[in-house]
């Protein structure tokens, strides 16, 4: 009889379905628990480590101010450049098509390789100028944590040099990658500010705890 019961496809519908449930509310506590003790180890951290600093305190320095430098140069020689080339390419007898029976598309026929060099150099100066200026204003060469550990100032590689620095809320930081991983770079998120603040993990954490409170 037991045997018949066992040979049911039904039994074994049933007793998989409950061994799927088992096994997942025993891994939904899993992570639950996990969870549970990270969230404790973090606040016994905050505990620990006092973020309410008498002086200004550097948690993070990059030192390579050579090497955006020459990132920067690299940035304005692109745009100077193409836009050389655009000036050089540029064909002012364009201007005829409203001044002769030359239709529009003739003239892009006619002078295909002069135009698609003119409109390419015209684009890829400003933008390749931009980029670089943008990686290089997310690009940051110090955090500091101000006194009183309610603030702390975040230093750029910024092409201009009054926009480099800016004074931000802790709670308004958090990083969401681990300073521990194996990636190059550590990604800062700025509530209200665009893109991502990168710190290359080649820098320095002078206070690595003191860091962790604040990003996390």
């Known amino acids: 009889m037991l045997n018949l019961i066992f040979k049911h496809p039904s039994t074994h519908k049933f007793v998989l379905t409950h061994l799927r449930s088992a096994f997942e509310i025993s891994s939904f506590k899993s992570n ?13 951290t905050q505990v620990d480590v006092n973020m309410n600093v008498q002086n200004n305190v550097i948690l993070y320095k990059l030192n390579k101010d050579k090497y955006y430098r020459n990132v920067k140069i ?8 193409w836009l050389t080339l655009a000036y050089s390419t540029y064909n002012p007898s364009l201007w005829s098509i409203f001044t002769t029976d030359i239709t529009l598309k003739e003239y892009f026929i006619s002078n295909m390789f002069q135009t698609g060099v003119f409109t390419f150099a015209l684009i890829a100066g400003p933008f390749m100028f931009f980029f670089i200026y943008a990686l ?4 940051v060469k110090y955090i500091i944590l101000n006194k009183g550990g309610k603030t702390v100032s975040i230093v750029t590689y910024h092409v201009l040099k009054k926009k480099s620095s800016s004074v931000i809320p802790v709670e308004m930081v958090k990083s969401t990658v681990d300073r521990r991983s194996k990636s190059g770079f ?16 080649g820098g320095t954490y002078v206070n690595p705890k003191l860091f962790d409170c604040v990003t996390e």
């Open 32 to 44: 639950k628990l996990l969870k549970n003790v990270l969230t404790q180890h973090r606040k016994i």
């Open 74 to 81: 690299f940035a304005v020689g692109q745009l100077l450049g």
């Open 136 to 139: 290089c204003s997310r690009s």
């Open 186 to 201: 550590v990604s800062l998120k700025i509530k209200n500010k665009y893109f991502y603040y990168l710190l290359d993990n």
